[in-house]
C-alpha cells in the first residue's frame, strides 16, 4: 500500500471506489482503529515539515559577508592601527546597526514556510468503524473517511465520493476568483489542478454544502506541502542593486591595494623613508575607501521605503527598493490585482436586444447597447412581463445571497456571481428584498455542478412559477420558447448559442434566465424534477472589472521599457479579454496567444524559454508551473517582478527578483515569501513603486558618484605628492576628517534628492551596468582630476611662502590642502545632483536638506581651524584672508569643468538624436 499512496497517482481520473480499493478502505464505515495506528507509523502524521531555524548567532555573523562591510571593516582596522579610537567606535557602530537590520529581516523571511502551518485545521470529522467522530486533524491518515461542512477547512488532499451542493474557495491555490462546485465524477487525467472539480485539497475553505471524501494525501504528500517544499528549495536571489555593489566593492578593494602599493613601492623607490611610506599608503587606503558608502546606502535605500510607503508599497528587504527600477518583466497575477475582485455584472442579453453597464459603477444602471451617454437609463418595473424583467426577476430570486444596507449605502453578501446579480437588480431600480416579499420562494434547487443550474420556485397571482438560472447551454435544453417583444415564439437554440458565444468570447461569465409553471402542490425542494419547456428570458454576462488607472498604469510601464504578463489561475478567454481590456496584448488581439497549464506540461525548459519571449498572457497555472514562467523568464537574463496573493504563488514570489505580495486579500505565506507588499493590492501602485524604485537607485548612483570621485581627487593629489617627492599632503586623521565627517553630512543628503524628469522614460538599467555609469566613470576622473590639481597648486603655494619656518609651513600647507577639498566638495555636491542637467537650473531649494547639511559642513570645518582641541586633533591651524580668497577661486574650477563636461554631452546626445528625428 505505501507504494500506491507515495506515488503522483491521478486520483481525480478515478471512480470513487476504485480509490477506496487503492487506498484500502470502505466508503461506508471507514477505517478501523488498527488501520489508522499502523498507517500513522507509517506515513507520519498530517503536518508539513518544520525545519529548525538557522542558529541567531549564524543569522548575526552572516550579515558581515556583504563586500560593503568588508570596506567598513578595512576601515575599522585602519583607524585603530592610527589610534582614531573614536572613529573606530563609530564605524564599529554603524556594523552593529546594518547587522541589526539584516537579521531583523533574515529572521522574518524564515517564517514564510511556518505560516504555511496556520493553514492546517486543529480538527477535521471523520468516519472511523462506521461512527461519526472529531479528531486532532494531525492524526489524520491515507484512507480516512472525511466529512465537509460549511466554513471548514479541508483538512487534507481529498478524493471526494459524494456531495450536496458543495461549493469551496481555492483561491489560495489556483487563483480562482469565485468558490468552484465540486462533484463525484472522474475527471480527465491531465486536468490541471483548478479543473479537478472532484478534489478538495489541504487548506481550502468549504463556503457551501457539504460533502464526503477520501484522504489520499496528508502533510507534506498534499499540494500544500508541495508548495511548502519550493520554498524551501527555492534560493533568495541577490538584487540588481547588490549584484552592482558586489563588483563595485570589489574594483574598490582592488583599487585600493593597488593604489597603496604602488605608492608604496614607488615612494621607498624614490628614496623615500619606509616608514613614513607606509603612514602615506595607509593615508591612501584611508583616502580611497569610502567608509560612509554603506551607511548612505542603507539611509538612501530607508528613504525610498518611506517614499514607496507614501504609495501603498512596504518594502520588506531593503536592497528590493531599487529593484523594481531595474524590472524588466512584471509578471502580474489578475483577480484583485488588475481587476477589482469584485464579480459585477457588464452586459445583459434579451431577444429584443442588448444592455450595457453606463460606468465603471455595478450600480450605474443599463443602456441600450450602442446608445450614446446622453441616453436615459432603463427601468424595470418588478411586475412587467417583458423579457428584460424577467431576467432580472430571475436573478433575484433563484440566489441565496442577502441584501445589506451600510450607512445608508447599499450592498449584498454571499457568492459573488449570485452578488453580482442582486447588485445589477438595484441598477435597473428594483429592491431585491421587496421582489422576495412580494414572491416568496416556497421552494428551491440549489446550484451542484452536476445539475450546472439553480431553481427557485415562488408563488405569483396564485401560481407556481419556478425561475431558473444556470449555464446556457443546460438552460437552454430547458426551454420551447423565448420572450419576444412580440410574445412568445418557439426558441431558435442557434440564436441563443451564437449570442451567449459572443458574450463569453468578450470573457465574460453567462448565466441564462428562464421561467416556467410548475404544478401547486410543489412545496418542498423534493418535490422539484428538472424542469422543460419553459421561457428564455435573457442573459446577463459578468466578469470581474479591470481596476481604474491599470490601464494607464501598464502604459507607463510599457513606455518605461518593462513587459507586463498576466498569470493567472482563471479562464483563457476571461483571461484573453482582460488583457485586451488592459492594452497587455493589442487591442484588436482577439485571438492573441493564451497559454494555458495544460500546454505548459507539455513543453520542455528550451520550449518555454522561447514562449515567454511573444506570449503574454498564461492562464490556468499551477505553482509549479508558474515558477517555471519565473525561472524562463530568468534564463532569459530578465529581471522578474511577480505578484500574487494567494498560497499558490509564494513559491514564485520567492523566485522573482522582487516578489510583490498583496497587503489587504494576501494570505500570510505570500507575504512572508515576499520582498514588497501592496497596501491596496493594486497594480497602479507597482508602477508607482517603479519610478520610486528608479529615483532611489539615481540617489545611490549620485552619492557614490561623489563619494568616488571627492576620494578619487584624495588619492590623486596623494599619489603625486608622493612622486614629486613631496611631504605628505594630508595626515590620517585629517583624511578620515574628510571622509567621514564633512562629505558625511552632505552625501546623506544626496539620498533627500526628488526624482529628475523623465526618469520613468528611461528604459530598465541592464544588469550589466555597474552602481556607475561609463560616462559617471569618465567624470571621476576628470573632476578628480581638476580637484587634485587644484589642491596640489594650493598647498605648493602656501608651502613656498616665504617667512615661514618649515614644521609651520608644511602644517599650513596641509590644512590649506584639506580645506580646499573641503570646498571641493561642497561645490562638486552640487555637481553630483544631475548627471545631465546644470546645477543652475536645478532649484537649489527642492532638497533643503543638501542646502543645510553643505553649510554645516562647512561650518563645522570652519570651527575646526579654530578650535583648540580639533586643531590639536587634526593638526591643523587657522587660515588668512588670503589663502581663503584663493581657496574659493580655486574650488569654482570644479563646478566650471563640470558644466562644460555636461553641455558637451547633453550637444553630443542631441546631434545622435537628430539624424532619427528626420
Known amino acids: 500500500m505505501t507504494e500506491q499512496l507515495t506515488e503522483q497517482l491521478s486520483w481525480h481520473a478515478a471512480e470513487p471506489e476504485e480509490v477506496a480499493a487503492r487506498v484500502g478502505t470502505d466508503l461506508e464505515r471507514g477505517l478501523a482503529d488498527d ?529 507586463v504578463m498576466m498569470i493567472t489561475g482563471d479562464h483563457a478567454v476571461t483571461a484573453r479579454a482582460i488583457a485586451r481590456d488592459l492594452g497587455i496584448v493589442a487591442d484588436d488581439a482577439d485571438d492573441a496567444e493564451v497559454l494555458t497549464g495544460a500546454d505548459l506540461d507539455d513543453m520542455d525548459d528550451d520550449a518555454l524559454r522561447e514562449a515567454v519571449r511573444r506570449v503574454r498572457v498564461f492562464a490556468r497555472v499551477a505553482p509549479e508551473e508558474k515558477l517555471r514562467i519565473v525561472h524562463a523568464l530568468r534564463d532569459n537574463d530578465h529581471v522578474v517582478a511577480v505578484t500574487g496573493d494567494g498560497v499558490n504563488d509564494a513559491p514564485a514570489l520567492k523566485a522573482a527578483a522582487i516578489g510583490i505580495a498583496m497587503g489587504k486579500d494576501g494570505t500570510d505565506v505570500a507575504r512572508e515569501a515576499s520582498d514588497m507588499v501592496l497596501t491596496d493590492d493594486n497594480f497602479v501602485s507597482i508602477a508607482a513603486a517603479v519610478e520610486e524604485g528608479r529615483i532611489t537607485f539615481e540617489n545611490v548612483r549620485k552619492v557614490t558618484f561623489f563619494l568616488v570621485s571627492t576620494g578619487a581627487a584624495s588619492i590623486f593629489a596623494i599619489a603625486a605628492a608622493v612622486w614629486l617627492q613631496w611631504p605628505l599632503l594630508m595626515l590620517p586623521a585629517q583624511l578620515l576628517w574628510l571622509n567621514l565627517v564633512t562629505k558625511g553630512l552632505q552625501d546623506v543628503s544626496l539620498a533627500f534628492e526628488p526624482g529628475e524628469e523623465g526618469v520613468v522614460d528611461q528604459p530598465p538599467r541592464s544588469i550589466d551596468e555597474g552602481v556607475l555609469s561609463r560616462r559617471l566613470w569618465e567624470r571621476t576622473l576628470s573632476s578628480g582630476l581638476v580637484m587634485a590639481i587644484g589642491t596640489l597648486v594650493l598647498f605648493r603655494w602656501q608651502l613656498d611662502r616665504p617667512g615661514m619656518d618649515p614644521d609651520t609651513a608644511l602644517v599650513l600647507a596641509q590644512t590649506t590642502a584639506l580645506t580646499t577639498m573641503v570646498v571641493f566638495g561642497a561645490l562638486h555636491v552640487g555637481n553630483s545632483r544631475s548627471e545631465t542637467r546644470s546645477l543652475f537650473r536645478l532649484d537649489p531649494l527642492s532638497n533643503p536638506f543638501l542646502l543645510g547639511a553643505t553649510g554645516l559642513a562647512l561650518s563645522i570645518h570652519v570651527l575646526a581651524l579654530y578650535l583648540p582641541p580639533t586643531q590639536f586633533v587634526l593638526r591643523v591651524e587657522p587660515l588668512d584672508l588670503a589663502t581663503w580668497v584663493r581657496i574659493l577661486l580655486v574650488a569654482t574650477t570644479i563646478v566650471v569643468a563640470m558644466e562644460i563636461d555636461k553641455a558637451i554631452r547633453r550637444l553630443r546626445n542631441s546631434t545622435d538624436v537628430a539624424p532619427h528625428a528626420q
Not at 426558441?491 to 410548475?518: F, K, Q, Y
Request: proline share 6%; glycine share 10%; aromatic share 4%.
Open 35 to 563: 488501520d489508522v495506528a499502523e498507517r500513522l507509523a507509517e506515513h507520519g502524521r498530517n503536518e508539513l515539515a518544520d525545519d529548525p531555524p538557522t542558529p541567531p548567532l549564524v543569522v548575526f555573523l552572516r550579515q558581515f559577508t556583504s563586500p560593503l562591510i568588508y570596506i567598513l571593516l578595512a576601515a575599522a582596522v585602519v583607524t585603530i592601527l592610527l589610534q582614531e579610537y573614536l572613529d573606530s567606535a563609530v564605524i564599529a557602530a554603524v556594523l552593529v546597526l546594518n547587522a541589526a537590520i539584516g537579521f531583523t529581516q533574515e529572521r522574518k523571511a524564515e517564517s514564510a514556510v511556518r505560516s504555511l502551518m496556520s493553514l492546517v485545521v486543529p480538527h477535521a470529522r471523520v468516519v472511523r468503524d462506521g461512527s461519526e467522530e472529531e479528531i486532532d486533524s494531525r492524526d489524520l491518515v491515507p484512507g480516512d473517511v472525511v466529512l465537509l461542512d460549511p466554513g471548514s477547512r479541508v483538512p487534507a488532499d481529498v478524493r471526494l465520493v459524494s456531495t450536496i451542493s458543495l461549493r469551496v474557495d481555492e483561491s489560495l491555490l489556483t487563483g480562482e476568483s469565485v468558490p468552484v462546485g465540486k462533484h463525484a465524477r472522474p475527471v480527465d487525467a491531465h486536468a490541471s489542478l483548478a479543473d479537478r472539480a472532484n478534489m478538495a485539497y489541504s487548506g481550502a475553505v468549504v463556503t457551501s454544502g457539504r460533502g464526503r471524501g477520501v484522504v489520499v494525501a496528508t502533510g507534506d504528500a498534499t499540494q500544500l506541502g508541495a508548495i511548502a517544499g519550493m520554498i524551501r528549495t527555492e534560493e533568495d536571489l541577490e538584487t540588481p542593486l547588490q549584484q552592482r555593489m558586489t563588483r563595485f566593492a570589489h574594483l574598490v578593494g582592488a583599487f585600493v591595494g593597488a593604489s597603496s602599493l604602488i605608492v608604496f613601492v614607488s615612494g621607498v623607490a624614490l628614496g623615500g623613508d619606509v616608514q613614513e611610506m607606509f603612514l602615506t599608503a595607509v593615508a591612501l587606503a584611508v583616502a580611497a575607501i569610502p567608509e560612509g558608502l554603506p551607511v548612505v546606502f542603507t539611509i538612501t535605500l530607508a528613504i525610498g521605503v518611506r517614499r514607496m510607503a507614501r504609495r501603498n508599497a512596504i518594502i520588506r528587504r531593503l536592497p528590493a527598493v531599487e529593484t523594481l527600477g531595474s524590472t524588466t518583466v512584471i509578471g502580474s497575477d489578475k483577480t484583485g490585482t488588475l481587476t477589482e475582485n469584485r464579480m459585477t455584472v457588464r452586459t445583459i442579453w434579451t431577444h429584443a436586444g442588448r444592455f450595457e453597464l453606463a460606468g465603471s459603477d455595478p450600480q450605474a444602471g443599463f443602456r441600450p447597447l450602442g446608445d450614446s451617454g446622453d441616453s436615459e437609463l432603463v427601468t424595470v418595473e418588478p411586475g412587467a412581463d417583458d423579457g428584460l424583467a424577467r431576467t432580472i426577476i430571475a436573478g433575484i430570486l433563484a440566489n441565496e445571497a442577502v441584501t445589506t444596507s451600510v450607512n445608508g449605502e447599499r450592498g449584498a453578501i454571499g457568492d459573488p456571481t449570485e452578488v453580482a446579480l442582486l447588485i445589477a437588480a438595484m441598477g435597473v431600480g428594483i429592491d431585491p428584498g421587496a421582489v422576495r416579499e412580494r414572491w416568496p420562494v416556497v421552494a428551491e434547487i440549489p446550484f451542484e455542478s452536476e445539475r450546472r443550474y439553480a431553481a427557485a420556485v415562488s408563488e405569483i397571482d396564485g401560481e407556481h412559477q419556478i425561475f431558473v438560472k444556470g449555464a446556457p447551454e443546460r438552460v437552454l435544453a430547458m426551454c420551447s420558447h423565448v420572450a419576444t417583444p412580440e410574445g412568445l415564439v418557439e426558441i431558435d437554440p442557434d440564436v441563443v448559442r451564437r449570442a451567449a458565444h459572443e458574450l463569453a468570447a468578450e470573457g465574460l461569465r453567462v448565466l441564462a434566465m428562464a421561467s416556467g409553471t410548475v404544478p401547486p402542490d410543489v412545496v418542498d425542494s423534493d418535490d422539484i424534477d428538472d424542469p422543460d419547456g419553459l421561457v428564455l428570458h435573457g442573459m446577463q454576462g459578468m466578469l470581474d472589472p479591470p481596476r481604474e488607472g491599470v490601464r494607464e498604469s501598464i502604459a507607463t510601464c510599457s513606455r518605461a521599457g518593462i513587459a
